[in-house]
């Protein structure tokens, strides 16, 4: 299959006269992006859904001036599917991660033959830089986050750690027993992997913000940076300082209460690392991206709520999320975006803000113009939640087709096929519309 990549005749023409923006902005000048995904949160799991939590820092920035509150985005319903959307600009279909997660210690990873995002944003001269969850392959060093484009990675492999002791306790289906072992390392380049013991006992969101920063502290200023700060929180295991306690007293589940204290502490370290961008002279010239991989699971204090199901299901609960992007520069019309996006059209949409001129790349669109002014130079109406095996649906307009299961763990709905009728209204989703059998 030939690898999909940017044409090299324009590479060289971009690299010769330099990238220009819509205002005319050389090289040198192109905007950073800091993309922050969380991982497992739920559609209701933010203070001004839910007053009982608390997240300050994403409240005052998804409600700035100069900030696009995108109210329709969408993701796949699992991290791996979702990730690999992210990185190469493909339904998880097309390169084969549409059926799950990758497993601890599975030997599974996104084929090479599909440049990551952070393949191409170093070909037009991007530092890239990963802090944080990677689960997009790591049997093989071509697999591993330098060998996909990333300068610079530090962070954990798999699924999940210990946000303490960064272990990866799993349980490991054909030797029928538990697996442990730290799941902390560092790359410095072409995949070479140091792991990290020294870290035990530190927090994961404080630490990887810490990095993320020590990173931004030694990067040559001369270029810009594209940075994914890939966060565990708030994945299980409901781990958080007690020091969290005091901002959650108001909720009174008890696995709620530990998740909403996680949320607390990503909330504060990034609102630590918008002060710092702000000290550092970089938060002008810097477009924020903030969103999640999926869902949240219910049994593990997240909530969904408007919305029916969860992480794992392709209904709206596991695959609808909050998004937002913050730039004072470069957003000019802050404001909600009510049109239909999805993690697929993260690959155009940040090779044009580099002042790449794109329409599309993989299955997704261009939508910075929208993002950025509000008015629209491309529309996206129609998107695959997901193609499997166990269920499929896919998504026109208002209508959803459902074909089979909404999650993996069901079978009793295999030859069952249902339309629905979303509506564009958060607060009036519309049930089923209409029902059959095959």
Not at 121 to 137: A, E, F, P
Not at 225 to 249: E, G, I, N
Not at 258 to 274: H, N, P, Q
Request: aromatic share 14%.
């Amino acid at each position: 299959m030939k690898r999909t990549t940017l044409p090299f005749f324009l590479l060289l023409l971009l690299h010769y006269y330099g990238i220009a923006d819509v205002d005319g902005q050389t090289a040198t000048q192109k905007p950073n992006v800091l993309f922050i995904m969380a991982d497992d949160l739920g559609f209701n799991d933010l203070d001004w859904k839910d007053s009982t939590l608390h997240t300050p820092n994403l409240r005052n920035l998804a409600f700035h001036k100069n900030t696009a509150l995108m109210t329709n985005s969408y993701v796949n319903q699992l991290c791996t599917p979702t990730r690999s959307a992210f990185m190469t600009g493909y339904y998880p279909f097309r390169v084969g991660t549409q059926a799950g997660v990758f497993l601890h210690m599975e030997p599974a990873g996104v084929p090479t033959m599909f440049p990551f995002l952070s393949e191409n944003m170093r070909q037009l001269d991007y530092s890239t830089y990963l802090v944080g969850k990677w689960h997009l392959g790591y049997c093989k060093k071509e697999f591993l986050p330098t060998n996909r484009g990333f300068d610079y990675f530090y962070g954990f492999y798999g699924p999940q750690t210990g946000y303490f002791n960064h272990s990866a306790d799993q349980y490991h289906r054909e030797l029928k027993r538990v697996v442990k072992g730290l799941d902390l390392f560092e790359e410095v380049g072409n995949g070479k992997s140091v792991p990290d013991f020294s870290q035990n006992g530190v927090y994961s969101t404080d630490l990887f913000t810490d990095v993320a920063m020590s990173v931004l502290d030694n990067h040559n200023s001369t270029k810009p940076f594209f940075m994914f700060l890939s966060y565990q929180a708030v994945h299980p295991p409901l781990q958080v300082p007690r020091s969290y306690d005091k901002y959650c007293t108001r909720v009174k589940n008890r696995y709620r209460r530990i998740y909403c204290g996680m949320l607390t502490a990503m909330d504060f370290a990034i609102g630590r690392l918008v002060e710092y961008l702000k000290a550092a002279n970089l938060y002008e010239n810097t477009v924020i991206v903030f969103t999640s991989d999926n869902g949240g699971t219910s049994n593990f204090g997240a909530s969904n709520a408007p919305l029916r199901g969860e992480k794992d299901t392709i209904w709206e609960g596991g695959t609808k999320t909050t998004t937002f992007v913050h730039s004072p520069m470069y957003v000019e019309e802050g404001g909600t975006r009510e049109m239909m996006f999805h993690v697929v059209d993260w690959h155009a949409t940040i090779l044009s803000i580099t002042g790449l001129e794109i329409d599309s790349y993989g299955d997704g669109i261009n939508q910075w113009e929208y993002i950025r002014t509000n008015r629209p130079k491309f529309r996206r109406f129609q998107f695959v939640y997901n193609i499997a095996d166990h269920g499929s649906a896919i998504r026109d307009g208002d209508y959803k087709l459902i074909v089979g299961n909404v999650d993996r763990k069901m079978s009793k709905d295999k030859n069952r096929t249902r339309l629905f009728r979303i509506s564009s209204k958060i607060s009036l989703t519309i049930d089923v519309l209409l029902k059959f059998q095959n």
